[in-house]
């Protein structure tokens, strides 16, 4: 079955969201859980996130694979800029990754695909678009963060040429399903 690539339309709001989920071991669930409001379905919370326009975490970052019509991947990325004026997150679980990024990079923060349809070359595929993207914007290439505990995507990210440049260590929480070190990964 042929895949394809496309930018992401509002639409895909919720496909974006479900991937989110798959992609960041529950700190997608624990960040959505802080901003819902009693009874809201977390789910719910992230598509209306990723519904928004013109902000970080919205359909407009994102890249879409399909195939047979349906979305089968998404690869969410942003540029990283340093913002000096940015007040401090005090939240115990979100404030370790605080100083974790690169000014100047692609950040991508969700590279995702469904069951089956991964170990295909399509993680390749999206990193060529990421970087693509980050040459027409003038970055200093791309950067991401990675959990120790998910030792094939790091493999996969170093072969791709990323280097672990940074650590940090994972609050313990109930909705976060990986313990250890957090890495940021560059690639220039």
């Known amino acids: 079955m042929t895949v394809e690539f496309r930018s992401a339309v509002r639409a895909d709001a919720r496909e974006i969201a479900r991937l989110f989920q798959i992609s960041s071991e529950g700190a997608s669930d624990y960040i959505w859980s802080q901003i819902a409001e009693p009874g809201q379905d977390l789910l719910d919370v992230g598509t209306i996130r990723y519904a928004r326009d013109d902000v970080d975490f919205s359909y407009q970052n994102c890249l879409i694979a399909e195939a047979g019509g349906q ?55 999206f990193l060529a678009h990421a970087q693509e993207r980050a040459d027409q914007l003038g970055l200093n290439g791309l950067s991401l963060i990675d959990y120790a505990a998910n030792t094939g995507a790091r493999r996969f990210y ?12 994972v609050t313990p929480h109930p909705m976060i399903r990986v313990t250890g070190d957090a890495y940021l990964m560059h690639r220039p």
Not at 159 to 166: L, S
């Open 71 to 125: 979305v089968i991947g998404m690869m969410h990325s942003y540029v990283m800029r340093h913002d000096p004026l940015a007040v401090p997150t005090t939240d115990p679980v979100l404030a370790p990754y605080a100083d974790m990024e690169v000014p100047d990079t692609l950040y991508i923060s969700s590279l995702a695909l469904h069951e089956g349809w991964r170990n295909r070359g399509l993680g390749v595929q």
């Open 158 to 169: 170093e072969r791709h040429g990323f280097e672990i440049i940074k650590t940090c260590q």
